[in-house]
């Protein structure tokens, strides 16, 4: 990993020029002055610019913005997570400014901060809520803030190699056992401040400790001397915790999870584990805390292990009264079992507010092994709606859904009728009315039989693949109600869609391990086009588009009306679309950047994609964009092309390319981004490249 930032004086501001330029008259615009709206329009606009803003710039235009950037309601919560045009002086300056005032900050992801500036903090004494995370950190510098802020009640960290809980003083202990919320991010294996933190409500862990140093050793599991104490959980509301693949994050974890096996918080609310593939068969610690979430009953929500969740597990988690998150993904249990068991002991499943399926396999029907398999009990699923009418988030993915040909018995149709949607992830097949019959596809009889006297003369009839043209189809689209068109039409308001290949796996997961070898798409999954794509551009309040693995796309003409109709995309995934030996769709995906107005994040998977100056162009045009990823075996770029975008779109922070270049070329274009981009270390902008 390398990082480089942009220059600062590419983007930093002049405020002194600024202010001399500045005054009430400047502020008049078409006859309108800014400075005569009250007070309460100009709070409500100005709590949208970052805290430092305010103190260096916006409250030196006049007076009275002196007066209102100045005011608790902005002054109280100062956000600067990810601010990457905010320096070691300007935060400084802004806590010299506002030290006295601030409750909330969150320094998160400020990585480029110094360790000078950090220990600044200390003069805020009046801090409720502090996030530190990925800032530089010791043992020393966070006793040193801590001892000065007794009114802490939250607090976010990192725990790194050579965190050492013995060289916290007294004050910093007194401060950390009045904490009623820790987020706490382990790159070493350590119990870091749990600790001391004896008054906990919400425990909130991340793992991401390496199985291996840079030197090649192993990790050690064993904490570190004088960090054995057990952690306490008697006033635990809310346990999280979230581990990166590795045979260390799972042994740690299981120290923090020990502690269940003796006793069970009694107002513990929320219990959730996030794991990626295979977790240790469940122990003592699993068997107590099931025991003991049956016996109070009050767990809004719960995710657990896979290797947890079996028959008798399945019991005492369907006698809680009132879940409203619900997490079963790719758990042991049959989908036939577990939607049965869901329906018939739940209680009060209107309050169910997220429900994930994922990885279980639903198909209710018994008639046959192959039914069994393609077929799903639409009543079945029906009830479960019924049942379940306040769902936000839905998650169906990993799994092949096959609907009767019926549209009115199918996935979608029922899915239609669930109106509070706002997240949905479906696997592609689901969305299809199945394989397409002989009527619908060239066949002999549909040909003209030659004559024998002819045969051998006329050139035969050439049968190609009629593509979609959004021109020529849409009265066609119109007329052909397909139950994705039900789906689309009955959730106007859904936010994020999802439509995954059932036997997708990407080549770089961030929590599983890799797979080399793609796996044949479903046979169903190839009638899902670019028809059926266009849509998607009816979801016009729609912010994020995952689509993987659609071999039915052709020239990918149904992304750019997705593109047109849909102005709000901020998150766009792309992975496997149609043929994967030829990117077919490149052309009308250039066309779609054009048209992404507010995109943020875009992350491309495809073999054979070729980054070159015409689809750089296209991508400057989306100048909110902030991360860029492209994975792509036997891919190329062009380097000029990066250059020239990394130039434009300054707000990007993030360049993933993963492709077929050359090692040399790689090296070069990271020099050369390095080399422009790079400001020092007392410098501000940052951003990440990796090649």
């Not at 400057?620 to 492209?630: A, G």
């Not at 062009?638 to 779109?649: E, H, I, K, L, Y």
């Not at 390319?657 to 390095?674: D, R, S, W």
Request: proline residues 4%.
């Amino acid at each position: 990993m390398n990082t480089f930032r942009k220059k600062t004086s590419e983007i930093d501001t002049d405020y002194e020029h600024v202010e001399g330029m500045c005054s009430d008259d400047s502020l008049e615009i078409n006859g309108i002055n800014i400075a005569e709206f009250s007070d309460e329009i100009l709070l409500n606009i100005l709590k949208y610019v970052p805290g430092h803003d305010l103190v260096h710039c916006v409250r030196r235009v006049c007076k009275k913005f002196d007066s209102l950037c100045l005011d608790k309601s902005l002054t109280s919560n100062v956000q600067l997570s990810r601010e990457y045009q905010v320096s070691d002086n300007k935060v400084k300056e802004m806590i010299k400014e506002l030290a006295g005032e601030i409750q909330t900050l969150s320094l998160s992801g400020c990585y480029w901060l110094s360790g000078s500036t950090i220990d600044q903090l200390s003069k805020c004494k009046c801090l409720v809520k502090l996030d530190l995370s990925g800032c530089r950190l010791t043992s020393l510098r966070l006793s040193k803030i801590l001892s000065s802020l007794p009114s802490l009640r939250s607090l976010a960290i990192d725990i790194n190699h050579g965190f050492d809980s013995n060289q916290l003083s007294s004050e910093s202990k007194a401060t950390l056992s009045q904490v009623k919320e820790l987020k706490q991010t382990l790159y070493t294996p350590s119990y870091g401040v749990v600790p001391c933190c004896t008054n906990l409500e919400r425990l909130l862990l991340y793992f991401e400790i390496h199985d291996f140093t840079r030197e090649g050793t192993t990790v050690s599991c064993q904490l570190m001397v004088g960090q054995s104490s057990v952690p306490h959980y008697q006033n635990l509301h809310v346990f999280y915790a979230r581990h990166a693949p590795g045979y260390v994050n799972q042994t740690v974890m299981s120290l923090y999870l020990a502690v269940f096996s003796v006793r069970v918080p009694e107002h513990l609310r929320a219990f959730v584990i996030s794991i990626p593939g295979n977790f240790p068969e469940s122990g003592p610690a699993a068997k107590n805390l099931l025991e003991g979430m049956a016996k109070n009953g009050a767990l809004e929500a719960l995710q657990l292990p896979k290797t947890w969740v079996d028959s008798s597990s399945l019991m005492h988690i369907l006698k809680l009264s009132t879940p409203s998150y619900l997490n079963f993904s790719r758990c042991t249990v049959s989908g036939s079992h577990l939607i049965h068991r869901v329906l018939n002991e739940g209680k009060y499943l209107k309050c169910l507010i997220s429900l994930n399926l994922s990885g279980c396999v639903h198909s209710l029907s018994t008639e046959s092994s192959r039914k069994a398999e393609d077929d799903i009990d639409c009543q079945v699923l029906e009830t479960l709606a019924r049942a379940c009418p306040n769902v936000k988030h839905l998650n169906l993915s990993a799994a092949h859904h096959h609907s009767p040909a019926a549209s009115e018995k199918h996935l979608c149709t029922v899915l239609a009728k669930l109106k509070s949607l706002r997240s949905l992830s479906l696997p592609v097949c689901a969305a299809s009315n199945g394989v397409k019959s002989s009527e619908q596809s060239p066949s002999n009889h549909a040909l003209p039989v030659p004559n024998s006297f002819t045969l051998g003369l006329k050139k035969s009839v050439r049968v190609g693949i009629q593509t979609y043209n959004p021109k020529t189809s849409s009265e066609q689209r119109d007329s052909d109600h397909s139950s994705f068109q039900a789906l689309v039409e009955g959730n106007p308001f859904l936010e994020e869609l999802e439509l995954i290949g059932s036997n997708f796996s990407s080549a770089m997961p961030r929590n599983e391990p890799a797979i080399r070898k793609e796996l044949t798409p479903c046979a169903r999954a190839r009638s899902i086009g670019d028809e059926e794509l266009a849509r998607i551009g009816r979801l016009r309040f729609l912010k994020s588009l995952t689509l993987a693995q659609l071999p039915g796309i052709l020239n990918g003409a149904g992304l750019v009306q997705v593109a047109t109709r849909c102005q709000d995309i901020q998150v766009l995934s792309l992975a496997n679309l149609g043929m994967l030996q030829k990117v077919t769709y490149m052309p009308a995906l250039i066309e779609t950047l054009t048209h992404c107005k507010q995109l943020k994040d875009l992350r491309l998977e495809q073999p054979y994609i070729s980054a070159n100056m015409q689809f750089f162009q296209a991508l400057s045009q989306c100048r909110s964009l902030r991360r860029l990823c492209i994975i792509s075996r036997n891919g190329t770029f062009q380097p000029d092309a990066v250059m020239s975008f990394m130039g434009t779109c300054c707000d990007v922070i993030m360049c993933h390319m993963f492709m077929g270049e050359t090692l040399v070329a790689c090296k070069n274009l990271q020099q050369a981004l390095l080399q422009r981009f790079h400001s020092g270390p007392s410098r501000s902008p940052a951003s990440k490249t990796r090649m």
